[in-house]
């Protein structure tokens, strides 16, 4: 490695065991078999990947998603390396990032890997009875769950902030599509929480 930062690096990223690195500072060194197969299980193939977050062509670290920009998986995607917290997963777009250079990792979906992910859409709409209801009904119908819902009155309009699960960014996309086609529906937009 060429600096200490780098060292840091490759340790916040999962590719050196800090166990591994003050051994290998104390002169403890393992033998050539087990340096062998560790550098093996980092250069496996991609399609062999068990994690469903791929960062810098390794699989199995531990990652937890920005709460800001709620990713889901098609969305552009990096990895920020934060103090203490390991890799975070925001989308490339997201404001609390978008700034940050030194920190930032490349990360990609793994495609083999099937599940649902929290994001959030609001709904800008007219005040009309059973609309909420209107919405929750077509949101099941197309096999997406609603984990909150709050509702935001005004004066002319009502806002329904709602956080669902959707398997992928090609579903987000067609239900904002199909929430903007229910009369008294203004607007359904993506939200930035």
């Not at 990223?13 to 290998?24: D, E, H, R």
């Not at 490349?106 to 495609?111: D, F, G």
């Not at 119908?141 to 004066?155: L, P």
């Not at 090609?170 to 993506?190: A, E, F, G």
Request: glycine residues 6%; contains cysteine.
């Amino acid at each position: 490695l060429n600096n200490e930062n780098d060292l840091y690096y490759e340790i916040g990223i999962g590719k050196y065991n800090p166990t591994q690195v003050i051994k290998t500072i104390l002169n403890e060194k393992e033998d050539e078999k087990k340096i062998l197969e560790k550098t093996l299980k980092y250069q496996s193939p991609i399609m062999d990947a068990t994690g469903e977050i791929i960062i810098d062509g390794m699989s199995d670290l531990k990652v937890s998603f920005g709460g800001c920009c709620m990713p889901v998986k098609g969305d552009d995607i990096v990895g920020y390396i934060s103090k203490g917290n390991g890799i975070t997963i925001h989308r490339k777009n997201c404001h609390n990032i978008v700034d940050q250079d030194e920190r930032i990792i490349n990360a990609s979906w793994n495609e083999n890997i099937n599940k649902k992910y929290v994001t959030n859409v609001l709904i800008y709409a007219d005040k009309k009875d059973n609309l909420l209801l209107d919405i929750i009904s077509k949101t099941s119908a197309m096999n997406i769950g609603v984990k909150s819902v709050n509702t935001i009155s005004n004066v002319d309009y009502n806002v329904y902030d709602l956080n669902i699960l959707v398997d992928d960014k090609q579903m987000l996309d067609r239900y904002i599509s199909i929430i903007k086609q229910i009369p008294s529906v203004n607007d359904c937009v993506r939200g930035n929480k």
